[in-house]
T-cell receptor, first 116, second 113 residues
Framework: AQTVTQSQPEMSVQEAETVTLSCTYD???????LFWYKQPPSRQMILVIR??????QNATENRFSVNFQKAAKSFSLKISDSQLGDAAMYFC?????????????FGKGMKLTVNP | NAGVMQNPRHLVRRRGQEARLRCSPM?????VYWYRQLPEEGLKFMVY????????ESGMPKERFSAEFPKEGPSILRIQQVVRGDSAAYFC???????????FGPGTRLTVT
């Protein structure tokens, strides 16, 4: 069974600085997707970034970028120029690619605090 | 294009009552997923449905829980004879056929008293 591990339950960062959130996963599949979701106090799950396992290039979305290490099964999220609105729970998630929709497997999450 | 809709947003039930949670997927999405989030936990998969079909219910408790996605109308997650341990946030997500992104609704927070 696939598992996703977020070993740091909490982190904090100063506004405008950079923070990296770590995630590791375990799977025997070769083709899959990885995601980072953000859950602010409103509890809405918001997709931050997506990475396809067959792509070597790391995904980027504005201030958000990932470091995808397939051999190490590591998928970290870097937030640059942190803003107060980045404060939230962040969840790493995995789904295999079977040519159709598949269930997401989530990590336990990490609480990010942004200090002004 | 409206997002995934869930209602009610908050639901309070006494032990032994039934809870019905509704989810309307995004327009053009034919796949619906239900997830449960217990306090201080990540989301756990419960069930995956397409119109009139349950595709994967491997995460559903064996008793009291059922789900449907009829040809017309929203998807329903039904919990019979609720217990305190059912208190959680229940999220619905939807996706297109061949696209992997799942878009989430705002969730229904169920409280069992």
């Amino acid at each position: 069974a696939q598992t996703v591990t977020q070993s740091q339950p909490e982190m904090s960062v100063q506004e405008a600085e950079t923070v990296t959130l770590s995630c590791t996963y375990d799977t025997s599949e070769s083709d899959y997707y990885l995601f980072w979701y953000k859950q602010p106090p409103s509890r809405q799950m918001i997709l931050v970034i997506r990475q396809e396992a067959y792509k070597q290039q790391n995904a980027t979305e504005n201030r958000f970028s990932v470091n995808f290490q397939k051999a190490a099964k590591s998928f970290s999220l870097k937030i640059s120029d942190s803003q107060l609105g980045d404060a939230a729970m962040y969840f790493c998630a995995y789904t295999r690619n079977q040519g159709g929709s598949e269930k997401l497997v989530f990590g336990k999450g990490m609480k990010l605090t942004v200090n002004p | 294009n409206a997002g995934v809709m869930q209602n009610p947003r908050h639901l309070v039930r006494r032990r032994g009552q039934e809870a019905r949670l509704r989810c309307s997927p995004m327009k053009g999405h034919s796949h619906v997923y239900w997830y449960r989030q217990l306090p201080e936990e990540g989301l756990k998969f419960m069930v995956y449905l397409q119109k009139e079909n349950i595709i994967d219910e491997s995460g559903m408790p064996k008793e009291r829980f059922s789900a449907e996605f009829p040809k017309e109308g929203p998807s329903i997650l039904r919990i019979q004879q609720v217990v305190r341990g059912d208190s959680a946030a229940y999220f619905c997500a939807s996706s297109r056929l061949t696209v992997s992104e799942q878009y989430f609704g705002p969730g229904t927070r169920l409280t069992v008293t």
